[in-house]
């Protein structure tokens, strides 16, 4: 008997497990690394052909009994998108500030590869579900185009926007078929929630993280030479130390893909408060050490103990990274 629980077991998890295993050594891998955005695109397009070629035979086949098809078209679908999301998920890891709401979304994408590692999971909670299996596409759609599009030199928030749009676009020919609708209709249903959708991810776009942008090295430091920071601070300091100083500098090291350029802006904070804005020059991607710039603060209140930050933002709200340093009175 317990062989037969065994092979029953294996039968219905084993092809998971080694699923898990290989999307975690790729991570491990690959986690230094930006995904090809060949590879991405070329997978983002069989899969949205796989979609609509499942959705438009599915009711075919299934009238025949032809269960082998289906089966097919899902688990190739499931097997795309998830080697879409293992592609990404470093990228989002390295842009993603785990102290801040921005690690919400990278939860969702994690949450979501996991459910197409294991078959069990997808096929009882995506796969009965139309709108679950729309929702899953959607998202991964959405997620790999934010990620693809500065590869190819497209900023940031437009990529946001953009990829937002896209993924709902997407979806035009299985609302056409759901709903029975003609192409126009089916087309204007979708560009009305593609304009919902770029909205939302305007509104949220502190909350996503500005994928590939990563903090390749940053510092909080009394000064700086051949742009390199001295005298780095390793925790608290006081008051009185930081008057005989006469300020601090953050320093920060910004990698993004060759060719994109991104202006970034340092915002100083004190318990969470905005105390000084600095506009830096635009990042140049390309460097793997990344785009190394700073800001200096001189004019610190006459109390300035409590917790400091920095963060580093994109000029349009997406946070990059976070320096921390604390002050004692």
């Known amino acids: 008997m317990s062989g037969l629980r065994t092979g029953h077991f294996l039968r219905r998890w084993g092809v998971s497990f080694a699923s898990l295993s290989g999307g975690l050594a ?28 499942s959705a438009l ?36 890891y ?23 590692t294991f078959d069990p999971w997808f096929g009882a909670l995506v796969q009965p579900r139309t709108w679950a299996r729309h929702a899953f596409f959607f998202l991964a759609l959405f997620g790999a185009l934010n990620v693809a599009l500065p590869l190819v030199r497209v900023p940031p928030f437009p990529s946001l926007v ?12 299985l609302i056409r078929r759901g709903w029975a ?8 249903v979708t560009l009305g929630a593609a304009v919902v959708a770029a909205t939302v991810a305007t509104l949220a776009r502190w909350a996503i993280p500005p994928a590939p942008l990563a903090l390749a090295g940053a510092a909080i430091a009394q000064g700086i030479a051949d742009w390199e920071p001295i005298d780095r601070v390793i925790g608290p300091i006081t008051a009185a130390q930081l008057r005989e100083w006469g300020g ?63 963060d580093v933002v994109t000029t349009s709200g997406q ?11």
Not at 75 to 80: D, G, H, K, R
Not at 97 to 114: D, E, Q, R, W
Not at 259 to 270: D, F, K
Not at 320 to 328: D, K, N, S
Request: aromatic share 12%.
């Open 57 to 92: 035979l599915r009711d075919a086949w299934q009238a025949r009994g032809w269960k082998l098809p289906v089966r097919g078209a899902d688990y190739a679908v499931q097997t795309l998108l998830h080697g879409v999301l293992l592609f990404i998920l470093p990228a989002y």
């Open 94 to 116: 390295a842009s993603t500030t785990l102290t801040s709401l921005n690690a919400i979304f990278l939860g969702l994408l994690v949450g979501l590869a996991l459910l197409a």
């Open 181 to 188: 609708l003609s192409w126009s209709r089916a087309l204007r």
């Open 319 to 329: 946070l990059v990274g976070r320096l921390r340093f604390q002050v004692l009175p």
């Open 26 to 53: 790729t991570l491990f891998v690959f986690r230094r690394g930006l995904p090809h955005v060949g590879w991405i695109i070329g997978y983002l397009l069989l899969a949205w052909l796989l979609v609509i070629l």
């Open 248 to 310: 601090l500098v953050a320093y920060t090291a910004i990698y993004a893909p060759a060719g994109l350029s991104q202006p970034v802006e340092h915002v100083w904070r004190l318990d969470g408060r905005p105390v000084t804005v600095v506009r830096l020059s635009p990042v140049l991607g390309g460097r793997r050490e990344g785009f190394r710039t700073y800001s200096r603060k001189t004019g610190f209140p006459s109390n300035p103990a409590g917790r400091w930050s920095v």
């Open 162 to 173: 953009t990829s937002a749009t896209v993924a709902v676009l997407a979806l035009t020919p």
